[in-house]
């Protein structure tokens, strides 16, 4: 399988950079060949993020996500790429979840304007503009759950 899952956050909808970033995946040798707009229910968002939950056992942390998405849009994407390893390479793309340690060539470090500090002092999720796959099953996963 050389494809990934990607999501572009509530808070990409919300500093108007999802035209931007959709033009920078496809200027990187980027294929979108599915794409989604959802409304984000409990439900959906509770099983997207339900390992990181568990293994947190963070009452704290479920709660931000809920705040953070519930209500409001996403842009689920399937994307593929010609070089093989689609999700390696759009991980190095993006870089790292703290756009604060993020290299400026990346997505998260050109257009990233959180801190994973700065979010953890206000209690809140850490607002990082895209989510991205980080394996081929959790990329399966996230397709049948996002494209249901």
């Known amino acids: ?3 990934s899952y990607v ?3 509530p808070d990409c909808f919300e ?6 970033l959709i033009q920078e995946i496809k200027d990187n040798g980027f294929r979108i060949e599915a794409e ?4 984000v229910d409990e439900k959906r968002i509770l099983k997207h993020y339900e390992e990181v939950i568990e293994r947190l ?7 931000s996500v809920l705040k953070a998405f519930v209500g409001k849009k996403v842009l689920a994407l399937e994307i593929t790429n010609d070089t093989g390893d689609c999700v390696t ?6 870089g790292p979840t703290d756009p604060a340690k993020a290299d400026k060539n990346t997505l998260r470090g050109k257009y990233g304007n959180d801190s994973m500090e700065k979010s953890k002092a206000e209690g809140r ?3 990082n503009l895209i989510h991205a796959s980080d394996s081929e099953d959790s990329a399966k996963k996230e397709l049948g759950l996002w494209f249901e």
Not at 36 to 39: A, D, G, P, Y
Not at 89 to 94: P, Q
């Open 1 to 3: 399988m050389n494809k």
């Open 36 to 39: 989604k707009e959802v409304v």
């Open 7 to 9: 999501m572009l956050k």
């Open 15 to 20: 500093r108007n950079l999802v035209d931007t």
């Open 125 to 127: 999720m850490l607002n």
């Open 89 to 94: 390479k759009f991980r190095e793309l993006i």
């Open 57 to 63: 056992n963070s009452d704290s942390f479920k709660e």
